[in-house]
Structure formats: C-alpha cells, structure tokens
C-alpha cells in the first residue's frame, strides 16, 4: 500500500469539513426537506440507550450523501463542536490509498478531541475492510457514533448485515416514494 503523509491526509480532511473552518454547509448540499430515511437515521444516531451505527445503503444517486450532511448540519444547529464531525468520502483515491488507520491516524495526532465524536463515511465499500474497521472503531471508540454509506449490491449488504449484527443497522435508501415526490414538489395530499 502506498503511504501518505500525516500533513497530506490532514489536508484532505480539512477540505472535506469546511465546517471546521467555520463554513458552514450550503442549501444545496443539505437541503431543508428530509426523507422519511433521514429520520430514522437520526433516531439512531442521538438514541440515548442504543449505541448503534448506521449505514445508509441504496443506488447511486437515491440520497444517502444529501441525508448524511442533513445529518452534520443538524449537529452543527445542536451545538457540537465542529472538529468533532469527520466527514470522509472514500473513492477518493488518496483516501482509499491511505486507508482508515492513516486517516485516523492522521486526524487523531492533529486534533485531541474531548466529547462525543461524530464519523461521517461516504461510499465507506471502497475502503479496504471496511467491516472490520468499523467493528474495531465501535469497539475502540465508546464516545463515537459514526453514519457509512455503501452503494446497494447483494453481496455487501450480505457482508454488512454478518458482520454488523448489534453493531449496526442498514437502512435501506430506496429511490423517492410517489408520496416524498408530492412532497417535495409541494403538491396538495388530497385533490
């Protein structure tokens, strides 16, 4: 595997949170409208009682990107420090390259976080062994919470559901409903 600096990681991290500079995320990136899913999402990232992460699986292009910066955008409203929300997405070469332990390391030498940590993994099956990762963060890390995506496959949601058992819960990201098309367009429910 190639190797990355601490420095050139770090850089990649700082453009991939703009928040931690103090810009914040734009309406378009996180739109006002929620789905159903982000809903749900949320219900379990800020469950008190119930630590479990939470993968958002789907097609390309159905949202679980747009529902995962919802989600940073509501703890940024909610008063968590920015630096304690990672965002990463993984088909970035040089992330897949550096892979999970010089990211973390990368981040974990540059910024000694106190409080509740908040991992964000875009496209997380180009990693490699993601699954194992995880497990390990979520047995390491007893202040992280963490949302992945993975694009919809059999054999990955396969994989996932083995491995994650109490670790995790998959949400299935389907494409919009006839309903949150309504909705969206602002379309009265009854003619």
Same mark, same amino acid.
């Given at each position: 595997?190639?190797? =990355?600096?601490?420095?050139?990681? #770090?850089? $990649? #991290?700082?453009?991939?949170?703009?928040? @931690?500079?103090?810009? !914040?995320? &734009?309406?378009?990136?996180? !739109?006002?409208?929620? *789905? =159903?899913?982000?809903?749900?999402?949320?219900? $379990?990232?800020?469950?008190?009682?119930?630590?479990?992460?939470?993968?958002?699986?789907?097609? *390309? *292009?159905?949202?679980?990107?747009?529902?995962?910066?919802?989600?940073?955008?509501?703890?940024?409203?909610?008063?968590?420090?920015?630096?304690?929300?990672?965002?990463?997405?993984?088909?970035? !070469?040089?992330?897949?390259?550096?892979?999970?332990?010089?990211?973390? *390391?990368?981040?974990?030498?540059?910024?000694?976080?106190?409080?509740?940590?908040?991992?964000?993994?875009?496209?997380?099956?180009?990693?490699?062994? @993601?699954?194992? @990762?995880?497990?390990? #963060?979520?047995?390491?890390? $007893?202040?992280?919470?963490?949302?992945?995506?993975?694009?919809?496959?059999?054999?990955?949601?396969?994989?996932?559901?083995? &491995?994650?058992?109490?670790?995790?819960?998959? #949400?299935?990201?389907?494409?919009? &409903?006839?309903?949150?098309?309504?909705?969206?367009?602002? $379309?009265?429910?009854? !003619?």
């Amino acid at each position: 595997m190639i190797s =990355f600096t601490d420095e050139k990681l #770090l850089n $990649l #991290l700082i453009q991939y949170n703009p928040w @931690w500079k103090g810009i !914040p995320i &734009s309406e378009k990136t996180a !739109p006002p409208h929620q *789905r =159903f899913a982000y809903y749900e999402a949320k219900k $379990l990232l800020f469950h008190k009682d119930l630590r479990r992460f939470v993968i958002l699986s789907g097609a *390309r *292009r159905v949202g679980k990107t747009t529902i995962m910066y919802q989600l940073i955008q509501s703890l940024l409203e909610n008063g968590v420090a920015a630096r304690n929300i990672v965002y990463l997405s993984f088909d970035n !070469p040089i992330l897949k390259l550096g892979g999970f332990d010089g990211v973390l *390391r990368a981040y974990d030498n540059a910024y000694p976080i106190d409080g509740d940590l908040y991992f964000f993994f875009d496209e997380v099956q180009y990693a490699e062994d @993601w699954e194992r @990762w995880i497990k390990t #963060l979520y047995d390491t890390r $007893l202040n992280l919470r963490l949302v992945a995506t993975v694009s919809a496959s059999p054999a990955l949601e396969k994989g996932s559901a083995d &491995s994650g058992v109490g670790l995790w819960s998959v #949400l299935k990201i389907p494409t919009l &409903s006839f309903y949150e098309y309504c909705d969206l367009l602002q $379309l009265p429910s009854r !003619p």
